[in-house]
């Protein structure tokens, strides 16, 4: 298979759309952006693209080789797949709904000229739909709605003895049942069933009248009955498409030169001709259920059609958006000429056939539309009306998962956010001395790929989802009775993140992944719960400032990282918090915080400030000795763990010791370690605590893993005096000293008697 060809544009454009019907030119200034691939082929020269769902699945027919043979084939995930035939040598794919159901017709034996029968390809196997009972001949599968239902033509007998005409057929639940013709199944004339919708409704052509007078007419069946939707002044029409509301596009006559054929939309009776690119003709392929309407037509000085070459010289694809037609070639990247749009989905996503120099005879593509916000002042997500398509104008729909979207409003904006948006990915952002707000408004906004603020605000109470970037002039706000949920994806905080209640209305904010704030970045709380699922990297500022505020999650704030608690700020950490060399905790002497977990401080972290701490997790000086300052008062909970490593008799370089300028209250568990392989020895004495004033006790200390060797002891009872402990050589009891007293005595006497003294 060739390799695809991929190309994205943003560019100003100026460019030509023409009024249905009257054919005036509308000139259209806008910054289009679109997405482009070239789909490649299966290894031959060219590759067609028949149908589209809205997941972005792609069907149509590739040459296989340098030979003549095509074959069906599925585009997902970036590769294009060979669906191979029914035993023939061709196929063709024609549709595919949004189970992945694939409908077409292929040959069923390797004979040429055979006849075609449909198929369904489906978890991997192709499967012929079959005939028309007792019928010989071929059949073709259309179309197929979500509900699995297909529509087709296939052999019927005719009104001649030993001949065949085509009928409309359907196939559910693995039967086919022939629809009729307009006059009745019993009229002998022809028909072809070739969209079908979500309700059932089928379209397409039938013959119409009597030998003399016959017509060709586009027709809908709906509830058991075939309806013409009439002509246009020729003697044929078309159905092609019909979408979930109803509305039809299609072909018709619109002279008496059988080659002269307009596209037309059919809305509430009415068949409506939307005109050319100022040649001949056009034809319309596809509808959406938004109404826009792909094909292909004309440009002007085109000779008549010959409709038999998809590709010939003058014929571009085209879009009408209400009743505007647009040649989708303005959109085009260099070197590719679009010569015909097969489908368009939900998203505004189009795939058709196009020309390039690898591909002169054709090449399938894709097309995706990205929608800008379009006007100023406020308005909702939902609102079809406020998004602009490529430029195109307001596709009447809002952004959905195909979709780069880019809110940029010239003036002052706030957007609300829709119940349930689901985006690729998100760009909100505000000129200079405008005020660009997107407020989540409830709702949820599932940005797959990401959102990125600039010169922007995010507000609101809701969710949302796949990633945040703030950048350094945007901020995050979440106010009083609010709660934000940042979920699925990492939030990178360059910019304001204030997460600010009001009275007794607390303001929340949830992040389940790693929130960065970076060095220019700030979190302010006050009254605020702050959730970090992830974990927060503060390289920034994190300010916490009046009232009852709780912080939850791993926190590490590294070099030149702040945490200050200002304005009688009643602070909770719930989880771990580690000060990296150079960073500072601050507290205010109105300030106060608890950290329920792990806090590690390491050397040369700042702990600042005269407010109060109050640990009930544990409290450790780095994972080496260090010394830590704490202006302030600190208080150790009955749960509170105080490690202390000791690796020599140098404090803060060889053991820990905290400092405390206000009152240090004992409790919870002193733990001792030892650090570097250190051996203490007897007179060692290690000042761990210096404080204003001090109260309580330790309700246990830990020395297992600070063991002495035989004959030395720990002696503690300066630890709550001076903050020193230290270690002594173990005194002998009152037994063994009289048992060395009597043995000098013993000696002595030896001695005397020997030198001849008397004892």
């Given at each position: ?439 989540l408004n409830g709702g949820s906004t ?53 997460i600010l209640g009001s009275g007794g ?46 912080i939850s999650g791993d926190l590490t ?203």
């Open positions: 298979m060739k390799a695809p060809y991929k190309f994205q544009l943003r560019k100003a454009l100026t460019g030509t759309a023409l009024i249905a019907g009257g054919l005036s030119v509308l000139h259209v200034e806008a910054a289009p952006r679109i997405e482009f691939q070239g789909l490649g082929t299966l290894g031959g020269a060219t590759s067609s693209a028949r149908g589209l769902n809205d997941h972005g699945q792609i069907v149509g027919s590739s040459r296989i080789g340098d030979g003549p043979d095509v074959h069906a084939f599925l585009y997902s995930d970036g590769a294009m797949q060979d669906l191979g035939t029914l035993g023939g040598f061709d196929s063709v794919a024609t549709g595919i709904n949004n189970r992945g159901q694939i409908v077409g017709h292929s040959q069923f034996i390797r004979i040429a000229e055979t006849s075609s029968h449909g198929f369904i390809y489906s978890n991997g196997v192709m499967r012929d739909v079959g005939l028309l009972d007792r019928v010989k001949g071929f059949s073709a599968a259309n179309a197929i709605n979500d509900e699995g239902v297909v529509a087709g033509h296939a052999a019927q007998l005719g009104p001649i003895t030993n001949t065949t005409i085509s009928r409309a057929i359907v196939l559910s639940n693995g039967s086919m049942t022939d629809i009729g013709a307009l006059g009745g199944v019993n009229s002998g004339r022809e028909s072809s069933a070739n969209a079908i919708n979500a309700s059932g409704q089928i379209v397409g052509v039938s013959e119409n009248g009597g030998i003399e007078t016959r017509t060709r007419e586009a027709f809908i069946y709906s509830g058991g009955v075939m309806r013409s939707l009439g002509l246009l002044g020729g003697t044929f029409s078309e159905a092609t498409a019909i979408n979930d509301g109803g509305e039809i596009a299609g072909n018709v006559m619109v002279t008496r030169i059988p080659d002269v054929r307009h596209a037309f939309r059919y809305v509430n009776g009415t068949m409506r001709d939307l005109g050319t690119l100022g040649g001949p003709s056009s034809a319309a392929n596809a509808i959406n259920n938004s109404g826009q309407i792909v094909g292909h037509a004309d440009i002007t000085g085109t000779p008549l059609p010959q409709r038999l070459d998809p590709v010939k010289e003058g014929q571009h694809a085209t879009l009408w958006n209400g009743n505007v037609i647009h040649d989708l070639n303005t959109l085009a990247p260099t070197g590719w000429t679009l010569t015909d749009a097969a489908a368009i989905n939900r998203y505004a996503q189009i795939v058709g056939t196009g020309k390039n120099q690898d591909h002169p005879e054709g090449e399938a593509f894709l097309l995706t539309l990205h929608p800008d916000w379009q006007g100023n002042g406020n308005g909702n997500w939902d609102d079809g009306s406020r998004w602009n398509f490529a430029g195109l104008g307001s596709f009447s729909m809002a952004p959905g998962a195909r979709h780069d979207v880019v809110i940029n409003p010239d003036g002052n904006a706030t957007i609300n956010g829709g119940a349930n948006a689901s985006i690729r990915n998100l760009n909100i952002s505000g000129n200079a001395g405008k005020l660009v707000t997107f407020n599932n940005s797959m790929q990401g959102t990125t603020l600039n010169h922007a605000t995010l507000a609101g109470n809701g969710t949302l989802e796949g990633g945040l970037t703030i950048a350094a002039d945007s901020r995050v706000d979440v106010a009083g009775g609010d709660r934000m949920q940042l979920r699925s994806g990492q939030v990178n905080n360059d910019g304001l993140i204030r209305n607390r303001a929340a904010l949830e992040a389940d992944g790693l929130v960065i704030n970076a060095g220019g970045g700030e979190i302010n709380l006050e009254n605020a719960a702050l959730s970090l699922l992830g974990g927060l990297d503060n390289r920034g500022q994190v300010k916490v400032s009046f009232g009852a505020s709780s704030t590294v070099k030149d990282g702040k945490i200050i608690l200002s304005g009688s700020s009643e602070t909770t950490f719930w989880d771990s918090v580690t000060m990296q060399s150079g960073s500072e905790l601050r507290l205010a002497a109105d300030a106060s915080a608890v950290f329920f977990g792990q806090v590690i401080v390491r050397n040369s972290a700042m702990l600042t400030g005269t407010g109060t701490s109050f640990y009930e997790g544990g409290l450790s000086l780095g994972n080496s000795p260090g010394m830590a300052s704490n202006a302030g008062s600190v208080s150790f909970g009955l749960d509170n763990f105080y490690l202390a490593e000791i690796g020599g008799l140098s404090p803060g370089e060889q053991f820990d010791q905290l400092q405390v300028g206000g009152k240090l209250s004992f409790g919870g568990t002193l733990k001792l370690m030892w650090w570097d392989h250190f051996s203490a020895k007897a007179g060692d004495v290690f000042d761990l605590f210096d404080w204003g004033n001090s109260a309580g006790r330790f309700a246990s200390i830990d020395t297992g893993d600070a063991l002495l060797a035989d004959g030395l002891r720990w002696d503690f009872s300066r630890l709550y005096t001076t903050g020193e402990i230290g270690v002594a050589a173990v005194p002998l009891p009152g037994a063994a000293w009289l048992f060395i007293g009597g043995l000098l005595t013993v000696l002595g006497f030896n001695r005397n008697a020997k030198a001849g003294n008397p004892i």
